[in-house]
């Protein structure tokens, strides 16, 4: 009989929960009682998976989720998470019923975006809402103090919107030099302070300033990479106040194997040549998972030995150069720890020119999740079937 969210490829994406509850708590320790840590959980958690990055989030001492989008927030809230959740992106004030009904906080930057929420919003409905400052990173937010003191005297007279919250988001928190992000703390600074009352919850860092602990906590962090167990940048690796727990790794198994004479060649293009009698494993991933084809010539782990993929990476498949004959089912660690060695996802991202917060959100949903708590098993998700 089929099981539920059973999956029947050998290839998949192991999610160790008790690393983020224990990034959390470390995180958690370091602040005052009464700072808020918000777990950011947008993109499928990091590609990690919603629901169970939430839940050992909130294990692990959080007691706010922030999502990019609403649908996102809506789809915690069907998978049964009551907790407070900020939508941290741009959601059209049509919608605004639909997140006050489900207890949703949103995030608005425009006084025209309040007046029409204003006048979509049922008598009987009530919203929290967030209000973005930008202060430098020019992506989304109010800019002006005039701006916000109109803003604040719109919402002052509507007793169905609680103005809960005002933020920034910075742009080089994770760099060693910090003029720019002192120029934005500033500049939030500023545009606070032409509140008549301050909303209650102010709140400026993310994992890197909250690491770094380079600006106030003020009354929250929002904690994303970190939760993780990802630096935020090479940059500031030494500074970082605990040891950050990789939770995700990558592995697949040996499908085939075979000797191939010197001249033999291997995948599209006929690119890869043995030059001598070699051995050849074939794996069951390829870019259309999210192992992109630029990843050629990277190395994985197996029996805690490094080898390379050789020749191009194929759809669904990709060939690795073993050692010496191994058995078909022998595990191959892409990411993650085998026998004592390691590839990161920071050794992907350096391979693949880009940061390491790419790699987990670009493993497709054809990868299967599989969590992990205590060493066991615990859950397991196949986004195709489900
Ligand atoms: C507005 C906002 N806050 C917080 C975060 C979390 O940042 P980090 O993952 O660097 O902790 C993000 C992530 O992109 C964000 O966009």
């Known amino acids: 009989m089929e099981e539920q969210n059973q999956f029947y490829r050998d290839t998949w994406a192991e999610i160790d929960l008790d690393c983020v509850k224990e990034n959390v708590q470390q995180m958690k ?36 989720l922030a999502v990019a989008f609403l649908d996102e927030a809506l789809a915690l809230r069907k998978k049964g998470i009551n907790d407070p959740i900020l939508v941290l992106g741009a959601t059209r004030a049509e919608y605004i019923n639909i997140a006050g009904k489900n207890n949703i906080t949103l995030t608005f930057f425009q006084e025209e975006w309040v007046r029409e929420a204003q006048a ?29 003191q109109s803003i604040e005297a719109l919402i002052m ?27 934005q ?36 962090i929002r904690y994303g ?25 990558l592995r697949t198994k040996l499908i085939h194997v075979k000797k191939l004479l010197p001249g033999e060649k291997v995948s599209y293009g006929a690119t890869y040549e043995a030059k001598e009698e ?10 259309a998972d999210g192992w992109l084809r630029k990843l050629q010539g990277q190395e994985v782990l197996i029996e805690g030995m490094r080898v390379p993929i050789v020749g191009r990476i194929c759809m669904d498949q990709c060939m690795i150069k073993l ?7 022998t ?56």
């Open 29 to 64: 320790s370091l602040l005052p009682q009464d700072v808020a840590l918000m777990a950011v959980v947008k993109a499928n958690g990091y590609g990690h998976g919603d629901i169970q990055i939430a839940k050992a989030a909130i294990e692990g001492g959080a007691s706010y």
């Open 120 to 148: 979509q919003l049922a008598e009987d409905v009530t919203i929290k809402l967030h209000l973005k400052l930008d202060t430098g990173m020019g992506r989304i937010g109010v800019r002006e103090c005039p701006t916000v």
């Open 157 to 183: 007279d509507d007793k169905r919107m609680e103005l809960e919250g005002v933020f920034t988001h910075f742009a080089t928190a994770d760099s060693p030099e910090l003029h720019y992000f002192k120029l």
């Open 185 to 220: 703390l500033q500049r939030f600074e500023e545009l606070v302070n032409a509140f008549q009352t301050r909303p209650k919850m102010l709140h400026v860092s993310n994992s890197a300033a909250a690491l770094r602990n380079i600006a106030p906590y003020l009354n929250g």
């Open 225 to 249: 990479i970190a939760m993780y167990g990802l630096t935020p940048s090479p940059a500031i690796k030494e500074e970082l106040p605990f040891q950050l727990m990789p939770a995700f790794s």
């Open 278 to 287: 070699e051995w050849i494993g074939t794996v069951p991933i390829g870019y």
């Open 323 to 329: 050692p010496f004959e191994l058995p078909v089912g």
């Open 331 to 386: 595990i191959v660690t892409l990411i993650g720890v085998n026998q004592g060695e390691m590839i990161s996802i920071d050794e992907i991202a350096d391979k693949l020119e880009t940061i390491n917060y790419e790699i987990p959100c670009m493993i497709s949903n054809r990868v299967p999740r599989v969590y992990i708590q205590a060493g066991k098993q615990v859950d397991m998700k196949n986004a195709i079937l489900h």
